[in-house]
């Protein structure tokens, strides 16, 4: 089955830098690649995300690039800011919902 | 904008004693997911739902756990009886269905944390 690995665990970064989250997947059968933010107590929400016919996708502050051959992607954020602190998972599935399988988390915080 | 619901918010039991969780998707969605979350690690998938038909439960610790969806809309996630490492938060997510535009798009509820004494 499908498994994703991500990197790092913890990230702390200032205000106002840019913040990058790598993701690695197994299964060359995986073509979905959501990104969600979880905020203490609350359940994940979606950010962004990619299929993979697309190589990169853009989102104000929020970047995802995907390279398929390597079967990694990675999320990009600019300009942190303080409400950026949150749980960041990303996630791997097929098209049509199977075998949907998310990463450890990465625990980011944006000091002041 | 639609939520996904879930009850109860916190769950505190003591061990061998059985709980349930409820999940009301999004209206509409005809896929249900019932995943676990331990602290510090991601969502790991108990039971998927197509409409009221199990998808995959493979991780689904059926001595201990079931899970329905009587008329494909709501569902309930049971335990019985509850162990110390139930300790978690039981989130549900939807997504419109296989095989429609957006099918793999989850949007989750705010969860369950249940506490096992």
């Known amino acids: 089955g499908e498994n994703v690995e991500q990197h790092p665990s913890t990230l702390s970064v200032q205000e106002g830098d840019s913040a990058v989250i790598k993701c690695t997947y197994s299964d060359s059968a995986s073509n979905y690649f959501p990104w969600y933010k979880q905020e203490l107590g609350k359940g994940p929400q979606l950010i962004i995300d990619?299929?993979?016919?697309?190589g990169e996708k853009k989102d104000q502050r929020i970047a995802v690039t995907l390279n398929k051959t390597a079967k990694h992607f990675s999320l990009h954020i600019t300009e942190t800011q303080p409400e950026d602190s949150a749980v960041y998972f990303c996630a791997a599935s097929e098209d049509y919902g199977q075998n949907f399988v998310f990463g450890p988390g990465t625990r980011l915080s944006v000091l002041p | 904008e639609a939520e996904v619901a879930q009850s109860p918010r916190y769950k505190i039991t003591e061990k061998s004693q059985a709980v349930a969780f409820w999940c009301d998707p999004i209206?509409?969605?005809?896929?249900l997911y019932w995943y676990r979350q331990i602290l510090g690690q991601g969502p790991e998938l108990l039971v998927q739902f197509q409409d009221e038909s199990v998808v995959d439960d493979s991780q689904l610790p059926k001595d201990r756990f079931s899970a329905e969806r009587l008329k494909g809309v709501d569902s309930t996630l049971k335990i019985q009886p509850a162990e110390l490492g139930d300790s978690a938060m039981y989130l549900c997510?939807?997504?419109?269905?296989?095989?429609?535009?957006?099918?793999?798009?989850?949007?989750f509820g705010a969860g369950s944390r249940l506490t096992v004494l």
């Open positions: 990619i299929r993979s016919n697309v």
């Open positions: 997510a939807s997504s419109p269905g296989q095989g429609t535009a957006g099918a793999n798009v989850l949007t």
């Open positions: 209206s509409g969605h005809a896929t």
